[in-house]
Protein backbone atom coordinates (compact mmCIF):
# COMPACT_ATOMS: atom_id res chain seq x y z
CA UNK A 1 0.00 0.00 0.00
CA UNK A 2 1.45 3.72 -0.95
CA UNK A 3 -0.85 6.18 1.11
CA UNK A 4 -4.53 6.05 2.17
CA UNK A 5 -5.92 9.64 1.01
CA UNK A 6 -8.64 9.26 -1.63
CA UNK A 7 -10.21 12.62 -1.89
CA UNK A 8 -8.67 16.01 -4.23
CA UNK A 9 -9.15 18.49 -1.38
CA UNK A 10 -6.26 19.94 0.77
CA UNK A 11 -7.32 19.16 4.60
CA UNK A 12 -4.36 21.38 6.22
CA UNK A 13 -2.65 25.07 5.70
CA UNK A 14 0.36 22.72 5.90
CA UNK A 15 1.37 21.85 2.14
CA UNK A 16 2.62 18.40 2.61
CA UNK A 17 -0.65 17.49 4.30
CA UNK A 18 -2.76 16.30 1.50
CA UNK A 19 -6.28 14.81 1.92
CA UNK A 20 -6.90 12.58 -1.41
CA UNK A 21 -7.32 9.47 -3.17
CA UNK A 22 -4.61 7.14 -0.90
CA UNK A 23 -3.54 3.78 -1.54
CA UNK A 24 -1.17 1.72 0.47
CA UNK A 25 2.84 2.19 -0.50
CA UNK A 26 4.75 -1.29 0.81
CA UNK A 27 1.60 -3.17 1.98
CA UNK A 28 0.75 -6.67 0.98
CA UNK A 29 -2.85 -7.76 -0.38
CA UNK A 30 -5.29 -9.12 2.50
CA UNK A 31 -8.86 -9.86 2.12
CA UNK A 32 -11.49 -8.38 5.19
CA UNK A 33 -15.34 -8.49 4.73
CA UNK A 34 -15.77 -5.54 6.87
CA UNK A 35 -13.63 -2.92 4.18
CA UNK A 36 -15.95 -0.86 2.28
CA UNK A 37 -15.35 0.99 -1.49
CA UNK A 38 -17.64 3.91 -1.38
CA UNK A 39 -16.94 6.03 -4.37
CA UNK A 40 -13.70 6.05 -5.03
CA UNK A 41 -12.77 6.40 -0.86
CA UNK A 42 -12.72 3.34 1.93
CA UNK A 43 -15.02 2.49 4.61
CA UNK A 44 -15.16 -0.01 7.69
CA UNK A 45 -18.74 -1.40 8.27
CA UNK A 46 -19.33 -0.63 11.80
CA UNK A 47 -23.43 -1.49 12.02
CA UNK A 48 -25.23 -3.60 10.04
CA UNK A 49 -26.23 -0.33 7.64
CA UNK A 50 -23.71 1.93 9.02
CA UNK A 51 -20.23 2.87 7.25
CA UNK A 52 -17.58 5.27 8.70
CA UNK A 53 -15.40 7.17 6.24
CA UNK A 54 -13.59 10.35 5.51
CA UNK A 55 -15.60 13.99 5.53
CA UNK A 56 -13.71 15.33 2.65
CA UNK A 57 -14.81 12.14 0.32
CA UNK A 58 -17.94 13.21 0.22
CA UNK A 59 -17.88 16.89 0.21
CA UNK A 60 -18.37 17.00 -3.94
CA UNK A 61 -19.90 13.88 -4.48
CA UNK A 62 -22.78 11.43 -3.42
CA UNK A 63 -22.49 7.94 -4.35
CA UNK A 64 -25.04 5.74 -4.65
CA UNK A 65 -23.40 2.01 -4.16
CA UNK A 66 -21.19 0.92 -1.43
CA UNK A 67 -19.19 -2.55 -1.91
CA UNK A 68 -17.79 -4.62 1.39
CA UNK A 69 -15.45 -7.30 0.98
CA UNK A 70 -14.11 -6.06 -2.21
CA UNK A 71 -10.86 -7.65 -2.98
CA UNK A 72 -9.77 -7.57 -6.28
CA UNK A 73 -10.70 -4.78 -8.34
CA UNK A 74 -12.60 -5.18 -11.74
CA UNK A 75 -13.35 -8.55 -11.49
CA UNK A 76 -16.52 -9.91 -11.39
CA UNK A 77 -15.85 -12.79 -8.60
CA UNK A 78 -13.79 -10.75 -6.66
CA UNK A 79 -10.98 -13.17 -6.39
CA UNK A 80 -12.98 -15.49 -4.80
CA UNK A 81 -13.85 -13.82 -2.16
CA UNK A 82 -17.39 -12.73 -1.18
CA UNK A 83 -18.12 -9.41 -1.64
CA UNK A 84 -21.94 -7.49 -1.00
CA UNK A 85 -23.42 -4.54 -2.40
CA UNK A 86 -25.26 -2.42 -1.07
CA UNK A 87 -27.50 1.02 -1.79
CA UNK A 88 -26.36 4.25 -0.41
CA UNK A 89 -29.41 5.47 1.57
CA UNK A 90 -27.46 9.05 2.87
CA UNK A 91 -24.47 10.30 4.37
CA UNK A 92 -24.25 12.47 7.21
CA UNK A 93 -20.82 14.60 7.67
CA UNK A 94 -19.31 15.33 10.80
CA UNK A 95 -19.81 19.25 11.82
CA UNK A 96 -16.47 19.92 12.83
CA UNK A 97 -13.69 16.80 11.90
CA UNK A 98 -12.74 14.34 8.97
CA UNK A 99 -15.38 12.06 9.49
CA UNK A 100 -18.67 10.95 7.54
CA UNK A 101 -21.21 7.96 8.09
CA UNK A 102 -22.99 6.16 5.37
CA UNK A 103 -26.57 4.79 6.33
CA UNK A 104 -27.54 1.86 3.98
CA UNK A 105 -30.55 0.64 2.69
CA UNK A 106 -30.41 -2.92 3.60
CA UNK A 107 -27.93 -4.86 5.93
CA UNK A 108 -24.87 -6.25 4.73
CA UNK A 109 -24.29 -9.72 5.68
CA UNK A 110 -20.86 -9.29 7.00
CA UNK A 111 -19.83 -8.49 10.75
CA UNK A 112 -19.26 -5.43 11.74
CA UNK A 113 -15.94 -3.83 13.68
CA UNK A 114 -16.67 -2.57 17.41
CA UNK A 115 -15.00 0.81 17.67
CA UNK A 116 -11.95 2.18 19.82
CA UNK A 117 -10.97 5.54 21.72
CA UNK A 118 -8.15 4.21 23.53
CA UNK A 119 -5.06 6.13 24.22
CA UNK A 120 -2.15 4.76 22.35
CA UNK A 121 1.28 4.73 23.80
CA UNK A 122 4.15 5.85 21.51
CA UNK A 123 5.30 2.91 18.61
CA UNK A 124 1.90 1.28 19.48
CA UNK A 125 1.31 -1.19 16.20
CA UNK A 126 -1.67 0.21 14.17
CA UNK A 127 -3.06 -1.71 10.95
CA UNK A 128 -4.37 0.33 7.88
CA UNK A 129 -6.13 -1.32 4.14
CA UNK A 130 -6.75 0.23 1.04
CA UNK A 131 -6.76 0.54 -2.53
CA UNK A 132 -4.48 3.68 -3.28
CA UNK A 133 -1.54 4.00 -5.07
CA UNK A 134 1.57 1.76 -4.35
CA UNK A 135 3.87 4.77 -5.35
CA UNK A 136 3.80 8.46 -6.49
CA UNK A 137 2.77 8.68 -9.41
CA UNK A 138 1.28 5.05 -9.78
CA UNK A 139 -1.18 3.74 -10.40
CA UNK A 140 -4.10 1.76 -7.66
CA UNK A 141 -3.06 -1.63 -6.96
CA UNK A 142 -5.13 -4.71 -8.01
CA UNK A 143 -6.01 -5.88 -4.47
CA UNK A 144 -6.88 -5.07 -1.44
CA UNK A 145 -3.70 -3.68 0.20
CA UNK A 146 -2.90 -3.83 4.19
CA UNK A 147 0.11 -2.32 6.35
CA UNK A 148 0.95 -1.93 9.36
CA UNK A 149 2.26 1.19 11.23
CA UNK A 150 3.60 2.72 14.52
CA UNK A 151 1.69 5.16 16.55
CA UNK A 152 4.16 8.57 16.90
CA UNK A 153 3.14 10.40 20.12
CA UNK A 154 5.40 13.23 19.72
CA UNK A 155 4.04 13.77 15.94
CA UNK A 156 0.51 12.99 17.15
CA UNK A 157 1.03 15.77 20.08
CA UNK A 158 2.00 18.79 17.39
CA UNK A 159 -0.80 17.82 15.24
CA UNK A 160 -4.52 18.80 15.61
CA UNK A 161 -6.31 16.99 18.68
CA UNK A 162 -8.74 14.87 16.72
CA UNK A 163 -5.33 13.60 14.53
CA UNK A 164 -3.27 10.34 15.32
CA UNK A 165 0.02 10.44 13.40
CA UNK A 166 1.65 6.83 12.25
CA UNK A 167 4.02 5.88 9.83
CA UNK A 168 6.84 2.91 9.51
CA UNK A 169 9.99 2.52 6.86
CA UNK A 170 9.07 1.86 3.19
CA UNK A 171 5.46 2.55 4.09
CA UNK A 172 2.65 4.82 3.61
CA UNK A 173 -0.95 5.73 2.60
CA UNK A 174 -1.54 7.53 -0.95
CA UNK A 175 -4.41 8.49 -2.77
CA UNK A 176 -7.45 6.56 -3.24
CA UNK A 177 -7.04 5.45 0.44
CA UNK A 178 -8.58 8.20 1.93
CA UNK A 179 -11.67 6.93 4.57
CA UNK A 180 -10.24 3.49 5.34
CA UNK A 181 -9.66 2.09 8.44
CA UNK A 182 -7.18 2.35 11.06
CA UNK A 183 -7.20 -0.36 13.08
CA UNK A 184 -6.28 -1.24 16.86
CA UNK A 185 -5.89 -4.49 18.21
CA UNK A 186 -8.95 -5.33 16.13
CA UNK A 187 -11.29 -2.54 16.66
CA UNK A 188 -11.53 0.69 14.25
CA UNK A 189 -9.38 3.52 16.17
CA UNK A 190 -9.52 6.30 13.33
CA UNK A 191 -9.82 6.55 9.63
CA UNK A 192 -7.48 7.63 6.90
CA UNK A 193 -7.15 11.35 6.25
CA UNK A 194 -4.07 12.78 4.87
CA UNK A 195 -0.59 11.69 3.56
CA UNK A 196 2.57 12.96 3.00
CA UNK A 197 3.89 15.06 0.08
CA UNK A 198 4.54 12.52 -2.66
CA UNK A 199 3.50 9.43 -0.13
CA UNK A 200 6.61 9.19 0.89
CA UNK A 201 7.34 5.77 2.55
CA UNK A 202 8.25 6.34 6.04
CA UNK A 203 6.63 9.67 6.54
CA UNK A 204 3.81 10.48 9.46
CA UNK A 205 0.88 9.90 7.72
CA UNK A 206 -2.65 11.82 9.16
CA UNK A 207 -5.79 9.35 10.09
CA UNK A 208 -8.59 11.10 11.93
CA UNK A 209 -9.66 9.40 15.38
CA UNK A 210 -13.27 8.95 15.80
CA UNK A 211 -15.42 10.81 17.37
CA UNK A 212 -17.37 7.61 19.53
CA UNK A 213 -19.93 9.85 20.91
CA UNK A 214 -20.90 11.50 17.02
CA UNK A 215 -21.22 7.88 15.88
CA UNK A 216 -23.41 6.50 18.81
CA UNK A 217 -25.63 9.34 18.65
CA UNK A 218 -26.43 9.42 15.23
CA UNK A 219 -26.36 5.95 14.41
Known sequence: MKKLILASALLASCGTEQASDLDIVGGSK???????????????????????SAKHCFT??????????????NDPN??????????VKRIILHPKID??????????KFTPRKLSNARLSNGEKLHAFGFG??????????????????????????????I??????????????????LMY???????STFTVSKCQPGGMMGFTRLDVNWIRKNI
Open 164 to 181: IRAGAPGKAICFGDSGGP
Open 99 to 108: LALIELKTNV
Open 78 to 87: NGGKPKHEVD
Open 133 to 162: QTSHPGRAPEFLQGAVFRFNAKATANARPE
Open 185 to 191: QGRLIAT
Open 30 to 52: VYRSWYGRVGGCGSTLIAKRWAV
Open 60 to 73: RSNPKKAVFGLYKR
